[in-house]
C-alpha cells in the first residue's frame, strides 16, 4: 500500500517538510530549475513552492522552518505538576486511600480529576512523569519496623563514639554479617531468541552452607564456612578467629541476630574486653553494613552464575570464591565508599 505523505504532500511529518522545502527552493534559486518541473517532481500544488520561494527571499532557508501554531493552554498546569511531583516522591497511593504503594498513572489520572477537576488520559500523564524527570522503576522496599530515630542515633552519635573509642584503645574496626548460600542460588541473565525463555540445566538439589564474614575499611576480609545453623557457640568460635594472631584490638559492629546477644557471647565478649569489644547497627538497616556487599559479590557475581552440581561442589567454589575476594584489597575497600556505607571509612 502507498503511504498516504506520498500522494499528499500535507500529511509528510513537520519536521521533515523542513528539508523539503530547503531542497525545493535550492532546485529553484541556485541550479536554476523551473518552479513547474520542481513542484511536479515533489508532488507540491505551484502556489506552495511560489510562497515557500517568497518566504526564501525574504529571511533565507530560516524563514522555511516549521512553526506550529499557538495550541491551547496546557490542561495541567504548573501549579498541578508540581503538587503530581512531590505526591509521587513524598507519599503513596495508599495515602489517598489507594490499596496499593506503587503509583501509577491511571492512579494518578484519576487524583487529577478528583483534586482538580482535570480529565486527562494516562498517556498525558505519563508525559508529564517524564518531562518532570520521573521514571518508572523497580522500588526499594524497606522494613515497617525499621527505627528512622535509631539510624539517626546511631550516626549522629553512636558510630562518633566507637570511632572515638578506637582511637583510645588504638583498634581497627571491623563490619560483620553472615549469610546462607544454596546449591540453588542463581543469579544472572543470558541470551535467548525474542520471545523465547532460555533454558538452562541445572541442579535441583537442596542444601547449602552458612557463611560468615568481616571486613575492615583498610580492605581486611576474614570468613568461615558453617555447614548447619549459626549458634552462639559457632559464632563465638568464629570471634575468636578474627582476634587470633591480632596485634591490635578489635571492635566488630554486626546486627540484632538472636544468638549476637546470647549470654555465652556476651560472656565471651567480656572475658576479652582488651582484644574485643561488640557494638550492633541500627536493627532493620542492612544497607549501613559493608559486609552485605559480600554477599552480592558472592552469590550475585560469583556462585549465582556458576554450574553448582552438588553441596560439595558448591563448597569448593564458595571457598574459591571467598578466597579470591579476601585477596582482592581494592574491591573490599570499595565496599566501603558506597553512598550509604562511606561513614564507616570515615569519608564526608
Not at 498513572?105 to 505519563?126: G, H, M, N, W, Y
Request: aromatic share 10%; with cysteine.
Amino acid at each position: 500500500m502507498t503511504p498516504e505523505w506520498l500522494e499528499d504532500g500535507r500529511k509528510v511529518p513537520d519536521d521533515v517538510m523542513y528539508y523539503i522545502r530547503r531542497m525545493a527552493v535550492y532546485a529553484v534559486r541556485v541550479l536554476g530549475q523551473s518552479p513547474e518541473k520542481v513542484a511536479k517532481a515533489y508532488n507540491f500544488d505551484r502556489s506552495c513552492l511560489y510562497r515557500w520561494l517568497k518566504q526564501y527571499d525574504r529571511g533565507g532557508f530560516e524563514a522555511l522552518e516549521s512553526h506550529m501554531p499557538r495550541g491551547s493552554e496546557a490542561v495541567i498546569s504548573q501549579a498541578i505538576e508540581d503538587w503530581m511531583k512531590q505526591a509521587v516522591l513524598n507519599s503513596s497511593p495508599a495515602d489517598f486511600g489507594y490499596d496499593t504503594h506503587l503509583w501509577t498513572c491511571p492512579i494518578l489520572a484519576a487524583l487529577l480529576l478528583d483534586k482538580f477537576e482535570v480529565r486527562v488520559s494516562d498517556t498525558a500523564v505519563r508525559q508529564h512523569l517524564k518531562a518532570m524527570g520521573l521514571t518508572c522503576q523497580k522500588p526499594e522496599y524497606q522494613d515497617l519496623a525499621r527505627d528512622e530515630g535509631e539510624i539517626a542515633h546511631f550516626f549522629d552519635d553512636k558510630f562518633p563514639r566507637i570511632q572515638r573509642l578506637a582511637e583510645k584503645i588504638d583498634a581497627d574496626i571491623a563490619f560483620e554479617d553472615e549469610a546462607g548460600v544454596g546449591v540453588m542460588t542463581r543469579h544472572g541473565r543470558t541470551w535467548g531468541m525474542s520471545g523465547e525463555t532460555p533454558v538452562i540445566k541445572a541442579s535441583m538439589l537442596r542444601g547449602g552452607y552458612n557463611v560468615l564474614s568481616a571486613v575492615t575499611a583498610e580492605g581486611e576480609m576474614d570468613y568461615s564456612i558453617q555447614d548447619g545453623t549459626v549458634n552462639g557457640e559457632r559464632y563465638i568460635g568464629f570471634l575468636g578467629g578474627l582476634i587470633a594472631g591480632r596485634k591490635r584490638p578489635l571492635i566488630v559492629l554486626a546486627d540484632h541476630a538472636t544468638f549476637h546477644h546470647s549470654k555465652q557471647v556476651r560472656d565471651y565478649v567480656r572475658a576479652h574486653r582488651s582484644r574485643l569489644r561488640v557494638f550492633f547497627l541500627p536493627k532493620r538497616a542492612p544497607e549501613y553494613n559493608p559486609d552485605e556487599q559480600v554477599w552480592n559479590e558472592v552469590k550475585n557475581n560469583s556462585i549465582g552464575k556458576q554450574p553448582v552440581k552438588n553441596k560439595e561442589d558448591l563448597k569448593a567454589r564458595l571457598t574459591s570464591a571467598l578466597n579470591l575476594l579476601k585477596q582482592n584489597t581494592q574491591r573490599i575497600v570499595s565496599f566501603f565508599h558506597l553512598q550509604d556505607t562511606k561513614y564507616a571509612a570515615g569519608v564526608a
